[in-house]
């Protein structure tokens, strides 16, 4: 686990480094690359970086009530904007200058098949 870590991290920063865009990438890969480290590999906010000191728990993905809530932007907001630019944690970093909008959709769209449920409005 921590090997992944580290190379979760040195992947980050050889890609802000790198310019800070990332190039067209898949659904699953952006998912594990950008969050799962807090939101874990199944979506259930339980990652490897939360600890018990955590302010706030990051979202649990697979819940349908919280997730039935969200609209398809509002999930697309907090992944460009972060957390704090929509009141929720401020551990939820802004992503929009590092991941390309359209794979922040790809992000979304993956986001939503963990609670196997629809957006907010469809």
Same mark, same amino acid.
């Given at each position: 686990m921590r090997t992944l870590a580290v190379m979760i991290a040195t992947l980050v920063s050889l890609t802000l480094l790198a310019g800070g865009t990332v190039q067209a990438a898949e659904d699953k890969q952006l998912f594990e690359f950008y969050c799962a480290q807090c939101h874990g590999l199944t979506g259930k906010g339980d990652g490897p970086n939360v600890t018990k000191d %955590? *302010?706030?728990?990051?979202? @649990? %993905?697979? /819940? &349908? =009530?919280? +997730?039935? *809530? #969200? /609209?398809?932007?509002?999930?697309? @907001?907090?992944? +460009? !904007?972060g957390g704090a630019a929509v009141s929720k944690s401020e551990l939820m970093p802004p992503w929009g200058k590092t991941i390309a909008e359209a794979?922040? !959709? *790809? #992000?979304? =769209?993956? &986001?939503?098949? %963990?609670?196997k449920c629809k957006a907010k409005g469809k």
């Open positions: %955590f *302010k706030t728990d990051p979202r @649990n %993905f697979t /819940s &349908v =009530a919280d +997730m039935e *809530k #969200l /609209s398809d932007a509002d999930i697309k @907001n907090v992944v +460009m !904007d794979d922040v !959709d *790809k #992000l979304v =769209a993956y &986001v939503r098949k %963990f609670c």
